[in-house]
């Protein structure tokens, strides 16, 4: 059993930052895929990053490419996801998955664990 703690989120204006953390308890913590997903108010979840057992490769949607970087430490069980030049369209509630599976999907139904998740919002 996974278990995922995120925080870090909060209300900031446009062109602001948030960093975003997300704890997991469990021992194997590095031997999984982490990801980000966010669902704004009447909309579907949808993938926002995500990154191997390692840190050595990473992946974004198209919308935060270049504005956004997930990392992690293994070593704190933790995965990090650095979110600059907000947009108000990136206004939603933020959560942390995981999967055992290696590939780095942008498929919500392929991550077995979730957190509870945390709000950003973005004021214009």
């Known amino acids: 059993q996974v278990q995922l703690v995120e925080s870090g989120g909060g209300l900031v204006q446009a062109g602001g930052s948030l960093r975003l953390s997300c704890a997991a308890s469990v021992r194997t913590f590095s031997t999984y895929t982490m990801a980000w997903f966010r669902q704004a108010p009447g909309k579907e979840r949808t993938f926002v990053a995500a990154?191997?057992?390692?840190?050595?490769?990473?992946y974004y949607a198209d919308s935060v490419k270049g504005r956004f970087t997930i990392s992690r430490d293994n070593a704190k069980n933790t995965v990090y996801l650095q979110m600059n030049s907000l947009k108000p369209e990136d206004t939603a509630v933020y959560y942390c998955?995981?999967?055992?599976?290696?590939?780095?999907?942008?498929?919500?139904?392929?991550?077995?664990?979730w957190g509870q998740g945390t709000q950003v919002t973005v004021s214009s």
């Open positions: 998955a995981a999967t055992y599976y290696s590939s780095m999907s942008y498929f919500p139904q392929e991550y077995a664990y």
């Open positions: 990154i191997n057992w390692s840190g050595g490769r990473t």
